[in-house]
């Protein structure tokens, strides 16, 4: 029978009953000469030095203890540390690396996020991370020639057998982030092929580590080529087994962490070597090992770092920026064309839409005051992260319906937008006010396919954005990067910014 598990914060109470069958303390077997455990880690860039679950100090706790029980532990990470954060937008993922170095790591293979600051900082970045191995094996430069310092397989000699693995980076990549000319291939075909050549080598177990989305573990998992698909991307909590192959993905930010055992059996027969083995799982909650009192200081300073970095100044704003209630709900605001332009550079989509109700800074920016990041961060506190959906012309002019709906009552949704100007007419009844739209100076096609750039909420159909959930994703909530560090990166870049209200959404008929 197949047995899958999956876990996300709201059903953990209700899946008990699943993980207290899963969970097996380590202290009831004694470790085995023949045994190997995998310790599995992705999604993770919490620079954070607090008693939450999860973050780099309680997963290094959960890495020291497990090497403690005395067995072969293999510790992967799946990738995408580098990015999204706050003080990762600041110095492009270097505070990251010392701490992944601080985890004594096995094995990294890179995830989309890797790339968030282009192809010169993730070379850079790589290049400090240190692994016992670094593995790409569908990542090649420009010209063909592998990277420096990584690998496509190894090869772990254990006293009684040998564990091949295979890395993969996301192929997903050239879409949600920035590689540059890096050349990735399709994650299947080469994964596949790496696992022939590592049967071929003597390998008697065969490990796939992919940052990959679902569908593809599943298909690695159903090929018959490996015995282990250790995954990140997903961001929950996953344990799978088919009675061939063992399918796990760790919960993001280290909360969970999937600890699968194997024991291996060797025998020989008439001359001929066969190996089996049987796995067993444990799901660590992060809450339940010491933080690692090390980890913990560097995240202290890193702290403190933070803190003095929000304060400096990135640049001027040469016009009022009012983020008061009245202001963002109630019509266009030069600070709300401002995070609507940000969206819209930073991923280049045809649209910006920003809800007035996500600018929460109630405060008045006097023309030519400095504004430094902790300014954007108290405009835009909530940790949303910027997304890109494809939608049809009807369908963006019903999210300006939406958006106009309740001006009168003050309500967050108001849209503050760039790339578009509309006109809706108040004395029409809600639903039906929105009486003209232009994207890119042309009408709005009703038919047409637009992109557009938002938040995460809203695409979740926040503040009545229903409409947005029909949106075809091209960067989703676990690939964008932080609102916040995209509107200080584009004030930084510019040095100087002058929004001012311009008619993008003109409100008639009050």
Do not use: C
Request: proline share 5%; glycine share 10%.
């Amino acid at each position: 029978m197949r047995r899958l598990v999956r876990f996300t914060p709201q059903s953990l109470f209700l899946k008990a009953f699943a993980l207290a069958a899963l969970v097996l303390v380590a202290a009831a077997a004694p470790a085995r000469a023949s045994d190997v455990t995998f310790v599995l880690v992705s999604d993770i860039d919490r620079a954070v030095a607090d008693d939450a679950r999860g973050g780099f100090a309680r997963v290094a706790g959960v890495i020291a203890a497990e090497r403690a029980a005395g067995q072969p532990v293999i510790v992967v990470h799946a990738g995408d540390s580098l990015s999204p954060s706050l003080l990762s937008g600041i110095d492009k993922g270097a505070h990251i690396v010392d701490l992944l170095n601080a985890l004594k790591l096995d094995v990294f293979v890179p995830g989309n996020h890797e790339y968030d600051f282009g192809k010169d900082v993730f070379l850079e970045r790589m290049a400090a991370v240190e692994a016992g191995h670094k593995l790409a094996a569908n990542l090649r430069m420009p010209d063909g020639s592998p990277v420096a310092g990584f690998e496509d397989t190894a090869m772990i000699t254990l006293p009684d057998f040998k564990v091949g693995i295979v890395g993969l980076t996301a192929d997903h990549a050239y879409a949600v982030s920035s590689p540059g000319d890096l050349r990735i291939s399709g994650t299947v075909d080469t994964a596949l092929a790496a696992a022939k050549k590592l049967r071929a080598d003597g390998a008697d177990l065969v490990v796939a580590v992919a940052h990959a989305s679902r569908p593809v573990d599943v298909r690695l998992m159903h090929s018959g080529a490996f015995d282990v698909v250790l995954s990140g991307d997903d961001h929950d909590l996953l344990v799978d087994y088919d009675g061939r192959t063992v399918l796990a993905e760790p919960r993001e930010q280290g909360e969970f962490l999937p600890v699968v055992t194997f024991s291996v059996d060797v025998a020989t027969a008439d001359g001929k070597r066969k190996v089996t083995w049987t796995p067993s799982f444990r799901i660590v909650d992060s809450t339940s090992v010491p933080a690692d009192p090390a980890v913990v200081g560097k995240l202290e300073a890193l702290g403190a770092t933070l803190a003095a970095t929000l304060a400096q100044p990135i640049g001027k704003t040469e016009t009022e920026l009012d983020s008061r209630r009245a202001a963002v709900r109630g019509g266009e605001a030069a600070i709300g064309d401002l995070v609507a332009d940000a969206m819209r550079a930073a991923t280049g989509a045809d649209i910006g839409l920003m809800n007035g109700g996500g600018i929460r800074g109630n405060t008045v920016y006097p023309a030519g005051t400095a504004l430094t990041r902790r300014d954007v961060l108290s405009e835009l506190p909530f940790g949303n992260v910027v997304v890109v959906l494809k939608l049809s012309g009807a369908e963006v002019k019903e999210a300006l319906e939406n958006g106009v709906s309740a001006v009168e009552e003050g309500a967050g949704r108001f849209p503050q937008v760039a790339g578009l100007a509309a006109v809706a007419d108040l004395s029409k009844p809600a639903g039906s006010r929105i009486v003209s739209v232009e994207v890119g100076g042309a009408p709005l096609d009703p038919a047409k396919t637009y992109t557009l750039a938002t938040n995460d909420f809203m695409a979740r159909g926040g503040d009545d954005y229903v409409v947005l959930r029909k949106g075809d994703p091209i960067v989703t909530a676990r690939d964008g990067r932080l609102l916040a560090t995209v509107v200080s990166d584009y004030i930084a870049a510019a040095g100087t910014v002058a929004p001012a209200v311009d008619g993008r959404v003109k409100l008639v008929g009050r």
